[in-house]
Each structure stands twice: as C-alpha cells, then as structure tokens.
C-alpha cells in the first residue's frame, strides 16, 4: 500500500508541465530482441526523455530513425581502444558522413563504463595509461574537430585510485595540456543517502563540473520502498543544481530485471508499471511489476493485454527460466555494478 505522502508527491511530479521534454531526464536503453516493441514506450510523443544512451557508439536500431532534436544519442566509449581509432571513425562518421550525406548532430559523447572494475563486475578494466593513450587517439580529437562535450570515464571513487593517474597520464600524452572533460558521470546504487552522499563527492571533486547520473535506483527492495525512493531521488535529481543528467536504470520487463522486479519501469506483459509511467510524466497505472502467485508468465490475455505490441509477447516465460532465454536478460548482466 502506497502513503498518502508519496501519493501527492507523484502527483507533483506527473503534472501535465512535466510531459514536456527535461533537458535532465534519460535513458539507458536497453533494448530486447525478443520483445523490440517496447522501445517506443519510451520515446512516444509526449515522453519527457529527452537523450538516451545505450553502451555503444551506434544508434539504437528501433531509434535510428528519430532525429537528434527529438531525442539525442550520446554514443559511449565502453572499454578497449587502446590501439586503434575505430571510435574515433565511427563516430566522425556519424557526424560528418563521407557520402556527403546529412550527418547527425553528436554533441555529447560518453567515456569508458567502469575502467576501475573488472569484466566480471561489468567494469571495463582498463589500466589508467591505458585508458588514457584510447582517450587521447579517440576522444579528444572529437572535441577539437567538432566541440563534442567529453564525460569522464564512470568509476566508483571520484578522485584518488583511478581517475588521477588516469588524468595525469593523459596530460602527459597530450602534450603536457590539461586532459579535457566537459562532464562527470557516475552511478548509484543504494538508498537516497547513496544517491546524495555521492552526488556531493562528485560535485566537491569537480567544482563547477555537470554530472551526470548514468545509471540509478535501489536494488532488490520491494515496492513501497521503491517507489518512495524513487520519487524521492527524482525530487532531488531534479532539484540539485549540479546534476545536469539523469537517468533510471529500468527500462525493461521485470522478469528480465536483474535489480529486482520492482525497478523494472515494465511489468511482464509490457505495460508501463507506476514507476514506468510516472517516469514518462504520467499518472499511477496499477500495474504490478509481477504476479502476486503462481505460474508467472507473460501470456497475453484479456486480463493482461500485451501492449508492447510485439510477436512475441504472447509466449509464456516462466519466471525461473526468463532469466536464461530473454536476450535483456544477457545484457543486463553485463552492465551493472552497484555502486
């Protein structure tokens, strides 16, 4: 059961003033081969996202066709490079085809996704002098040919153990320059004290600098104490004047959610969930992030219309087995830490 309290806190929050595009509000797309549809939840008319980022230098196929203006991609820079330009290539591709073609207006790009941590915690791990010659072969010549903002690889610790030799060894790569960075982005895993806490240690590291939130939520509790933190941390997102971006990390099916179910902003049938559709500037929809007992399937049924729209919604998916078959599934792993 939901507070009174948190009741008129969303209702602030999902005011019609709100389903107009936030400069602030994302997306970490995390598209699924079996259920594609749903993409278009997510960017329809009146959604407030306004850019939307997915782990790699190339556009989402189901948001090839949306203009910059409409929602921007920010391409990221995973990991690896360390001896080759292909980020670099690709990216200037984009912006300046050499088809002569209209390019796509990449003013934002993304660094590496936790160089600090290893593979098997969804780091890139990247040795610092590493990171920093694929920094300077990729990154900064995007800035001084196109003015493309540069955001600071994603690690745990602001300063300290990764991110100064990694900005000393750049300098000393380039030049003996400053090595340039627009942005800062980080994650947070944890309640609204996390988010805070580590929301101040990046803002007194980088005085002056954006941040960005790439990826956020409280993992694994259940509903009430999600949705307060929610829109808690979305009040506080919203409010602080050193976050320039945000973004929830949740736009998925909740039985493929490796975070817990009720961070999901889907539930198994492809419907927004509350906190899915108050993302998006809407109202509460009642729907559960999953069954309350039983077989937990996502069968299409009168009961539960599919409304992702896709070919597959209607197959059944055991709870126990979605995890295994489901192609979100794979990439969510790859993906997270909590931090």
Not at 308 to 336: E, F, H, M, P, V
Request: a negative charge; aromatic letters at 10%; hydrophobic letters at 40%.
């Amino acid at each position: 059961m939901r507070h009174s309290s948190l009741l008129v806190l969303v209702g602030l929050l999902s005011t019609p003033g709100l389903s107009a595009k936030s400069p602030k509000r994302g997306l970490v797309a995390v598209s699924s081969r079996d259920w594609s549809a749903d993409d278009a939840i997510f960017v329809r008319e009146d959604s407030p996202i306004s850019w939307y980022y997915n782990f790699y230098w190339n556009v989402s196929d189901s948001y090839a066709s949306l203009p910059q203006a409409q929602v921007e991609f920010v391409p990221m820079m995973w990991g690896g490079g360390v001896n080759d330009t292909d980020f670099l290539g690709n990216v200037t591709e984009m912006i300046a085809p050499s088809s002569g073609g209209s390019g796509r207006n990449i003013t934002h790009v993304l660094g590496f996704n936790l160089p600090d941590q290893s593979y098997e915690n969804g780091g890139s791990q990247m040795e610092p002098a590493d990171a920093a010659r694929a920094w300077v072969r990729n990154l900064l010549p995007l800035r001084d040919k196109f003015g493309v903002k540069l955001g600071l690889p994603v690690v745990g610790d602001p300063r300290g153990g990764w991110i100064d030799p990694f900005l000393k060894n750049c300098s000393s790569l380039n030049e003996d320059k400053e090595c340039e960075f627009d942005f800062v982005p980080l994650h947070s895993f944890g309640h609204i004290g996390v988010l805070q806490d580590r929301v101040a240690k990046f803002s007194s590291a980088f005085p002056g600098v954006p941040l960005w939130v790439t990826q956020y939520g409280y993992t694994n509790q259940n509903l009430s104490t999600t949705q307060e933190y929610f829109n808690q941390s979305l009040a506080f997102l919203e409010g602080n004047e050193a976050v320039a971006r945000y973004s929830w990390f949740g736009a998925f099916r909740s039985v493929v959610s490796n975070v817990g179910p009720n961070m999901a902003m889907l539930d198994p049938y492809g419907n927004l969930t509350d906190i899915g559709s108050w993302y998006l500037g809407g109202n509460a929809t009642g729907k559960a992030a999953l069954p309350d007992a039983g077989q937990r399937t996502n069968a299409c049924s009168v009961e539960n219309p599919c409304t992702g729209g896709d070919k597959n919604a209607g197959a059944s998916l055991c709870i126990g087995s979605s995890l295994a078959r489901s192609g979100t599934a794979a990439a969510l792993g790859a993906l997270i830490i909590f931090l």
